[in-house]
């Protein structure tokens, strides 16, 4: 297994996050930020994808927009989806 990235207290929180509101059987701390959400990494689809949002508009008080061009790199990483959260919640 490689070296798991030390995780911010962000990242730890979304994390957390994705795992409750997934269901995931992954403890949050074995999430490796830099690894890919979709496909290999965690592997989780479109549906994950809605549910996540979901999740991230309701503790963070903003829209995760599917038809939003930017998804992919948003969604790329729990470190890039922690970067969009910190710079769009609200409160």
């Known amino acids: 297994m490689a070296s798991i990235t030390a995780m911010t207290a962000l990242e730890a929180e979304v994390a957390e996050l994705i ?7 992954v403890a949050p ?9 979709f496909g290999e990494g965690l592997g989780l689809d ?11 508009s309701r503790k963070y008080g903003f829209q995760l927009r599917s038809d939003d061009e930017r998804n ?3 969604f ?3 470190r890039s989806l922690s970067a969009h959260i910190e710079k ?4």
């Open 46 to 56: 479109s549906i994950d994808a809605l549910e996540m949002a979901l999740a991230v």
């Open 29 to 37: 701390a074995e999430i490796d930020p830099e690894a890919p959400l």
């Open 72 to 74: 992919g790199r948003i």
């Open 19 to 25: 795992v409750s509101a997934l269901q995931l059987e």
């Open 76 to 78: 790329a990483s729990l």
């Open 88 to 91: 769009n919640r609200v409160g």
